[in-house]
């Protein structure tokens, strides 16, 4: 089992930069992960994700503003995110992924609120 930790969020305004962290309690080289969030109200949407190949893909309203990345060796992903708009506000968390034969595994973190303000 992996625990997942996010920090990093916070409040800022409109425009400015946060990056989010996930630190995992063990190796995540074989994970895919991915950050997600979810608006009040809202259903939970992809942000982002890695494949252990650093392959990436993204939700179309992100592309070009945040970029994941994560470093194999520190157990850690990271989510830069730039020109933060109010709609950004959501809490935003870190999973992880790995389908193994007819197995799943998929492990989330307890979130990090970001708010976005005017």
């Known amino acids: 089992q992996v625990q997942l930790v996010e920090s990093g969020g916070g409040s800022v305004q409109a425009g400015g930069s946060l990056r989010l962290s996930c630190a995992a309690s063990?190796?995540?080289?074989?994970?895919?992960m991915g950050w997600y969030r979810q608006a009040p109200g809202k259903q939970r949407e992809l942000v982002e994700s890695i494949t252990s190949g650093d392959s990436t893909n993204y939700a179309d309203s992100m592309k070009g503003r945040f970029t994941i990345s994560r470093d194999n060796a520190k157990n850690t992903v990271y989510l830069q995110m730039n020109s933060l708009k109010s709609e950004d506000t959501a809490v935003y968390y870190c999973?992880?992924?790995?389908?193994?034969?007819?197995?799943?595994?998929?492990?989330w973190g307890q979130g990090t609120q970001v708010i976005v303000y005017s």
């Open positions: 063990g190796s995540i080289l074989v994970y895919v």
């Open positions: 999973n992880a992924d790995r389908r193994l034969g007819i197995g799943r595994y998929n492990y």
